[in-house]
């Protein structure tokens, strides 16, 4: 199986703290501090993270790899560079694409640490208006709005020892989420305004570390179709998975304003993948409920479920 990822060049330099050991955020410009035995002046040195460019696909998501930066990759508004020792957050900075007050180059942190060992969390990911994101610690983050957007994640045990500066080289981001597709074949009334679809599996949590669901109770998530009414529409949802291969139940539930269901689909034994689009694709609008579908099960592609 490809792998689709996201490589950082990392520089990075830190100077000694002496018996400080708390740094609650990072700062852009090399810091002093007094020591508390001696009352002398310490410093924090700088360090730096370089974004550069990293692989992508939409499609394996399959398909053909691009490398683009992150500037230019439309599903990266977001990225946050965090450093844990042990369970202690030692700094946190988030660049937003769309806010220039949080970067300068979108992709490039400074910031300032002392030595010691530390655990290097980096989560890219789409973001938009309402989403709210949590990176807790190099085992928990999560989406705790509405829905969960593309994710890359990776975190690094780095061990800054020396004053000289520490080259980290290239540090591969991998996608964590997997995603579902709807696809009607029939069209839209006007009285269905919503799409309400209940996972059987999955979270909108999962650990950096491991790219994987942190609890596997499912969720559910309500879209707006784009479409007009007397088309077909189709949504994409993106979850992670609790194993990278996660087979689970779907409901899909059409609304209307009031939120009355309208029809509703139960498509069982779903397959999804990490890195990996999965259609479900049938009648939306009608009162009948198959139990009977086709699968096609070629991980190189997408893989379609007929209901």
């Not at 890219?124 to 509405?146: C, K, W």
């Not at 890359?152 to 980290?168: C, M, P, R, W």
């Not at 790219?211 to 088309?231: E, H, I, N």
């Amino acid at each position: 199986m490809k792998k689709f990822n996201s490589s950082f060049g990392v520089l990075m330099g830190a100077a000694l703290l002496g018996t400080v050991m708390n740094l609650s955020s990072c700062s852009n410009d090399t810091e002093e501090v007094l020591n508390p035995l001696n009352n002398e002046s310490i410093g924090y040195a700088p360090v730096r993270v370089h974004v550069s460019d990293f692989s992508y696909s939409v499609e394996d998501l399959p398909g053909t790899r691009s490398a683009v930066s992150p500037a230019s990759y439309e599903d990266v508004q977001a990225i946050t560079l965090a450093f844990y020792s042990g369970a202690t957050e030692v700094c946190k900075v988030t660049q937003l694409k769309s806010d220039r007050s949080t970067y300068e180059t979108f992709g490039d942190f400074s910031c300032s640490l002392p030595l010691g060992t530390y655990t290097m969390v980096v989560v890219a990911r789409d973001s938009l208006a309402g989403d709210v994101f949590t990176l807790t610690s190099p085992t928990v983050a999560a989406y705790t709005s509405e829905k969960v957007r593309e994710t890359f994640a990776k975190t690094q045990d780095i061990d800054v020892n020396s004053t000289a500066g520490l080259d980290l080289g290239t540090i591969t981001l991998e996608r964590a989420i997997s995603k579902l597709g709807i696809l009607s074949t029939d069209t839209r009334p006007a009285n269905a305004t919503k799409i309400r679809i209940t996972f059987g599996g999955g979270s909108k949590s999962f650990s950096p570390a491991t790219g994987q669901a942190v609890g596997d109770a499912g969720f559910v998530t309500v879209s707006t179709p784009k479409t007009a009414v007397g088309m077909t529409i189709g949504s994409i949802n993106c979850l992670f998975l609790a194993t990278d291969e996660e087979v689970m139940d779907v409901t899909i539930e059409v609304l209307n304003d009031a939120d009355e269901v309208l029809y509703t689909k139960v498509v069982e034994d779903v397959p999804f993948k990490r890195n990996r689009l999965t259609y479900l694709r049938g009648a939306l609008f009608n009162g009948s409920v198959s139990s009977s579908f086709k699968l096609e099960t070629a991980w190189d592609n997408e893989v379609y479920k007929d209901f």
